[in-house]
T-cell receptor, first 115, second 117 residues
Framework: DAKTTQPPSMDCAEGRAANLPCNHS???????VYWYRQIHSQGPQYIIH???NNETNEMASLIITEDRKSSTLILPHATLRDTAVYYC????????????????FGKGTLLTVNP | GAVVSQHPSRVICKSGTSVKIECRSL??????MFWYRQFPKKSLMLMAT?????????EQGVEKDKFLINHASLTLSTLTVTSAHPEDSSFYIC?????????????FGSGTQLSVL
């Protein structure tokens, strides 16, 4: 399985950009990088995912390095409600086509947005 | 986005009883659903992968006779914790796979907090 490494915790000032790094040096060429976040006692929330190009949606931007060994999730203007554990996950294919895979969660990064 | 409904959100039961947790995809069909459990301050641990119309695939160390998974339709998967004991107390979360134009997304239910007395 392609493992990911994230810092255990980060702080960010409200209104500033939060940049969350993730290392996935053993990622394979056809494996996607997914980002989820989990607010206490809730189910994880999908944020964004990508393969090799940078991606942006209404929640965040995902920057993937050219060698795909690392990525950064960017929350452009963090708010207090963005305080959560952020998980960077590499989708592991089960080898039976694109719809057969599993997501294995690591320990994630606890992002604390301070007023 | 797509919605996954999980029920109940919280359940308290006596040791030795069985508890059923339902996971429904409300506005899409999910051929694959996943069940996770999470202990306090820990990450999610994948328990099993549930494919509609076939037997679930359990992760190593997860007892299939203890945690019964049924995925009888494209919108419903159930997890039954049989003969529950206090050590089964945990936060159980389901997720459903939704195919989109590019790649796939996994949407999660809101979780079920199981407390076994």
């Amino acid at each position: 399985d392609a493992k990911t490494t994230q810092p255990p915790s980060m702080d960010c000032a409200e209104g500033r950009a939060a940049n969350l790094p993730c290392n996935h040096s053993t990622i394979s060429g056809n494996e996607y990088v997914y980002w989820y976040r989990q607010i206490h006692s809730q189910g994880p929330q999908y944020i964004i995912h990508g393969l090799k190009n940078n991606e942006t949606n209404e929640m965040a931007s995902l920057i993937i390095t050219e060698d795909r060994k690392s990525s950064t999730l960017i929350l452009p203007h963090a708010t207090l409600r963005d305080t959560a554990v952020y998980y960077c996950i590499v989708r592991v294919s089960l080898g039976r086509g694109g719809s057969n895979y599993k997501l294995t969660f690591g320990k994630g990064t606890l992002l604390t947005v301070n007023p | 986005g797509a919605v996954v409904s999980q029920h109940p959100s919280r359940v308290i039961c006596k040791s030795g009883t069985s508890v059923k947790i339902e996971c429904r995809s409300l506005d899409f069909q999910a051929t694959t659903m996943f069940w996770y459990r999470q202990f306090p301050k820990k990450s999610l641990m994948l328990m099993a992968t549930s494919n509609e119309g076939s037997k679930a695939t359990y992760e190593q160390g997860v007892e299939k006779d203890k945690f019964l998974i049924n995925h009888a339709s494209l919108t419903l998967s159930t997890l039954t914790v049989t003969s529950a004991h206090p050590e089964d107390s945990s936060f159980y979360i389901c997720s459903a796979s939704h195919s989109i134009l590019r790649g796939e997304k996994l949407f999660f239910g809101s979780g079920t907090q199981l407390s076994v007395l």
